[in-house]
C-alpha cells in the first residue's frame, strides 16, 4: 500500500522567512502533485513534476522532485501572509499496481503566515 | 472554460437517509475521479471512471456507497443508509485520460455532507 507522509503537519511563520515542507512516499512513483487548498475551497494544482531531478518554481514557491529518496520538498522563499493555506502533496500510485490513475495524498501542511 | 462543478454544495441529511451527489466534470475529459475528505484530513480515494472501461471501485468503504457515469460526462455518487462517519467533504476531479503521459488532476469545488 502506497503511503505518503508529509512533515510537518503545522507551520506558523513569520512573514518574509523561508522554510520547506517535505513529502516522502513508499513506493516508486517519478509522478508527484502538489495541490494548494483554502479554507472551504476546493484543491488548486501548484506543480506537476514527472521525474527525477525534476523543479518547478512559481513565485515564492518552489517544488522539487527526488525519486531515488521518494522525496518531494516545497520550498516557500521569503513567506508573504496570501500564501497561508494547506498544501497536499500527492503520488500517482499506477507504478505501484493500484491499477488506476487514482492519487495517494499526504494529510496536508497546514501553513499560517504570520504578519 | 468551465471547471468542474458539482451539486449540492452543502447537504444536511438524516442518520439513515440516502444521498446523491452530482459532479459534472470538464468536457472532453474522459476520467473522473472521487474523493472524500474528512474534517482536518487528506483526500481519500473511493473510484474512478475511465472512457468506457469497467470503474476501480477499490476505494468504496462500504457498499452502501456506490457511483455512476453516463458516457463521459455526469457522474452521481450515492450514499445509502447514511451515518455519521458518512461526514465529509466529497470531492470530484477529472482529468485529460488516464493513459496520459500524466494525471493532472483538476477538482470541482465539493460538496459537504453533513449527517445528523
Known amino acids: 500500500e502506497l503511503k505518503v507522509e508529509q512533515n510537518p503537519l503545522f507551520l506558523s511563520m513569520q512573514e518574509g522567512k523561508n522554510y520547506t515542507i517535505y513529502c516522502n512516499y513508499s513506493t516508486t512513483s517519478d509522478r508527484l502533485y502538489w495541490y494548494r487548498q483554502d479554507p472551504g475551497k476546493s484543491l488548486e494544482s501548484l506543480f506537476v513534476l514527472l521525474s527525477n531531478g525534476a523543479v518547478k518554481q512559481e513565485g515564492r514557491l518552489m517544488a522539487s522532485l527526488d525519486t531515488k529518496a521518494r522525496l518531494s520538498t516545497l520550498h516557500i522563499t521569503a513567506a508573504v501572509h496570501d500564501l497561508s493555506a494547506t498544501y497536499f502533496c500527492a503520488v500517482d500510485a499506477t507504478y505501484s499496481g493500484a491499477g488506476s490513475y487514482q492519487l495517494t495524498f499526504g494529510k496536508g501542511t497546514k501553513l499560517s503566515v504570520i504578519p | 472554460g468551465a471547471g468542474v462543478s458539482q451539486s449540492p454544495s452543502n447537504k444536511v441529511t438524516e442518520k439513515g437517509k440516502d444521498v446523491e451527489l452530482r459532479c459534472d466534470p470538464i468536457?472532453?475529459?474522459?476520467?473522473l475521479y472521487w474523493y472524500r475528505q474528512r474534517l482536518g484530513q487528506g483526500l481519500e480515494f473511493l473510484i474512478y471512471f475511465q472512457g468506457n472501461s469497467a470503474p476501480d471501485k477499490s476505494g468504496l468503504p462500504s457498499d452502501r456507497f456506490s457511483a455512476e457515469r453516463t458516457g463521459e460526462s455526469v457522474s452521481t455518487l450515492t450514499i445509502q443508509r447514511t451515518q455519521q462517519e458518512d461526514s465529509a467533504v466529497y470531492l470530484c476531479?477529472?482529468?485529460?485520460?488516464?493513459?496520459?503521459?500524466?494525471?493532472?488532476?483538476?477538482f470541482g469545488p465539493g460538496t459537504r455532507l453533513t449527517v445528523l
Open positions: 476531479a477529472s482529468s485529460g485520460s488516464g493513459l496520459a503521459p500524466y494525471n493532472e488532476q483538476f
Open positions: 468536457s472532453g475529459h474522459t476520467a
